[in-house]
């Protein structure tokens, strides 16, 4: 395991910038929280759902009320795994501050503790991930629900529950 430090990669800054969101639509993410008996609860997240503000900070939408949510209120910590054909990272941040609810939606921010890359074993060499977590078909930017996610993930008001 290589520490990357507390900062996202640039490649990885890009990849959630949802600049080319477009490209990486059906591409899933994995998002880790700890559930009340202190086992990993993980649930899988796509790009339109992530927003990197800075290299130190990641928004994440999910449904209210959604055991993840949950986890995040309370114990406020979670590990995003980033798996695809050139590397394995494991983004591990902490939530900060409560979340920014709208309707069924509630945006966290995550802050960036460390980020870890997936280093082969010697006794590996040669050996590689072939490819992502991938889903389809892939879901359409112009929906009700994708067009509340973006918005809510760009928006930096705060509401009241």
């Known amino acids: 395991m290589k520490n990357l430090g507390a900062e996202l990669p640039s490649d990885l800054l890009v990849a959630l910038s949802q600049a080319d969101l477009p490209s990486r639509l059906g591409q899933a993410i994995p998002l880790i929280t700890i559930d009340a008996e202190g086992r990993p609860h993980p649930m899988l997240c796509s790009y339109l759902e992530l927003l990197a503000t800075d290299a130190g900070t990641i ?54 503790e460390a980020v870890l890359e997936d280093v082969a074993a010697e006794w ?32 930096d008001a705060h509401r009241a529950r």
């Open 59 to 112: 928004r994440v939408v999910i449904a209210v009320g959604s055991g993840s949510a949950r986890n995040l209120e309370t114990r406020g910590v979670a590990t995003l795994v980033f798996i695809d054909h050139e590397r394995t990272v494991y983004v591990k941040c902490r939530a900060a501050g409560a979340p920014l609810v709208d309707g069924v939606l509630a945006r966290f921010a995550l802050r960036v």
């Open 124 to 155: 590996e060499a040669g050996v590689h991930i072939t490819g992502g977590i991938t889903y389809g078909p892939a879901q359409s930017l112009d929906t009700p629900e994708a067009r509340a996610t973006r918005r809510l993930l760009r928006t």
